[in-house]
Structures are given as C-alpha cells and as structure tokens.
C-alpha cells in the first residue's frame, strides 16, 4: 500500500498528470473510470486565483467521483501562495500539488515553476510555509534540476520531505532539456533509494507503454507512475497497465464503439460542465487522438473540429460509426 498523507492507495499507483488545457473535469472522470488511482488539475496560478480571474477560478472544480484529486498550482512569492492555499482548500480537494517543474519562459522567468530549480532555499521554505498552512497534504511536482550540471534532486528531496511534504513526482529531465532527449529515471531511482527517504516516490516521463511502467516498478523500484501524454486520446493507458501487471498480456485493442462512446461522453460533460459553447469549442482539440490511425478520416475530423452546435458533433460520431465500423484498431 502507498499513502499519501492519510489517502490510502493500492500498490504502485498510477497517477493521472496535470496537463494544462488537457486535464479538465471531463478528462479526468474519463481517466478515473479507466483506472487512473489519482488524478491531477492542470496548474493554476497563485496571482491568477488571487485576482479571481474566472478561468483560473474555474480550473478548481472538482467532482467526487473522480476523488482523490489534486489541485496543482504554481507560483513563487510566500505570499501568494498561502493565499492561494487558503482559496484552493475550499474547493475540497485531497491533495494540494506545487508544480516546481514547468519549464516555460513565461513562468519560469517569474521565478515560479522549474524557475524555482535555481533557488532550493525557496523551494523548501515555500513549501514548509504550505505544509504549515493547511491541513491537506501538500505534495511536489518537480524535474531532476535546472540543468546537467545542478541536479541536487536526492538533497532536494529529502529537504522536502524534512519540511512535511507528502508524496514527490519527479520527471526525468532538467529544465534545460524541457521536453528534449529521454527522460533518465536512475537519478529518480537514487531518491528512493535514499534510506532516509519515507514518502512515496512516483516516477514521470515517457512512459508510454505497459511495459516501460513495469520497469519503473521493478527495475528502477519506485512507489508509482505519473503518465502524462500516453493518455492524450488515450484514457484507457491505466486499464492497459493494470492488466498486463496482472496478466503479462496486453488488452485487446480499444475498438471503434469505445471511441466512439468515449468522445460522445467527453463532449457531454464539457457542455454539463461549462455549457453548449464552451463545451463544444474546447473538447475539439481531443478528437483527433481518440481517432488516431484511421484512414481517410479527415473529413470527419473536420465536421468535429468545426461545427459550432452539439447536434453536428453527436452526428458525426454516428457517422464514424457507421462508416469505419470495419477498421482495425492497433
Ligand atoms: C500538454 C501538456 C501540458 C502540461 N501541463 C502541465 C501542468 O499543468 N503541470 C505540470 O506539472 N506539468 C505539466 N505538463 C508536464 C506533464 O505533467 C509531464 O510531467 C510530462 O509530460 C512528462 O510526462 P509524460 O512523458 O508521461 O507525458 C504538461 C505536459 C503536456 C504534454
């Protein structure tokens, strides 16, 4: 069993990423249903909530059945952030996460995200204050360093969890490398091997078949897995990996229906979430990996990426239905 403050989870629990613009309400209830042990907002930002500005504000609903969840959020002034907790905590979630990884000029110029790589004083002492805070376990999210020459994640770690940080994710990969090369899990490793280490450990990056979250688990011996982009188009990853870790086989190919009924219920919690026009425009971009690999599907794709009403995009799904029922899936 792994725990992350008093939540209780199975073994080598499967975590749902945050990815912004990707991990919303509906996405996350798609993943929970297929699996996902723990699943993820996108990040927020402190000085965005703070200002009540409605899209950061909308980015913390969240629904029961997808418990537990975490809100993430970054930022990099004391301040801000633990007023930022105080309005995270009222929206109930189970976890607060604190993205000290995202590797975006934008963010990382403020200080805030992996920005924070450069300053690990700060780091544990935002964190510290965090933890003090609330009474919700506050967990990290990080990378292995600002570049080849600074990772220090074994200290940093354990710095963390010195100042009652619950759970670590680390991805693979420096800051300098953002989204380049592999991600190299064996610095993860040395974390979890570190015996002084106690929280659990989760793993991120590339992980992108069942077979390479078996290795995290048996080769490099960590507590969890963190998937990201594998489940783009794809929730069903967290079904996929639990069944080969139970029959070493893979699961038959996800079939057209599934598809089919997985985008239709996409859509629909969109439009119940954030109604007709929002909902429509904003489950577009998820389209074309739900239909990834089938021929000929262009004009398909774009009777769902261009029409403005629900009615249209409900109908061509049946369209595809009807007309790709033959198509073998990989
Ligand atoms: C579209 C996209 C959005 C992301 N947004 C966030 C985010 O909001 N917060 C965060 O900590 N990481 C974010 N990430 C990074 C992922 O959480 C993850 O660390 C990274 O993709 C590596 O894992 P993977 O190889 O399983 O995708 C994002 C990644 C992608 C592809």
Known sequence: MVNIGKIELPDFPLLLAPMEDVSDPPFRALCKEQGADVVFTEFISSEGLIRDAVKSTMKLDIYEKERPVGIQ??????????????????????????????PVKKVVSKGAGAGILKDIDLMVSLTEEMVKRTHLPITVKTRLGWDDKSIRIVEVAERLQDVGCKAISIHGRT???????????????EVKNNPRMHIPVFGNGDITSPEKAMEMRDKFGLDGAMIGRATIGNPWFFKQVKHYFETGEHLTPITLQ??????????????????????????R????????????FKEYRMKMVTSDDSASVFNAFDEVLDKFSNHQFE
């Open 258 to 283: 599934e598809r089919v009924e997985a985008a239709r219920r996409h859509l629909q919690m969109a439009i119940d979430w954030k109604g007709e026009i929002l909902g429509v425009f904003e489950t």
């Open 285 to 296: 971009r998820h389209y074309t990996n739900y239909f990834r690999g089938i021929p000929h």
């Open 175 to 189: 800051r300098a490398q953002m989204y380049k090369g592999n991600a190299n899990w064996a610095p993860i490793a």
């Open 73 to 102: 959020i970054f930022g990099a002034n004391l301040d801000s952030m633990l007023q930022t907790v105080d309005i995270v905590e009222k929206s109930k979630p189970d976890i607060i996460d604190i993205n000290f990884g995202c």
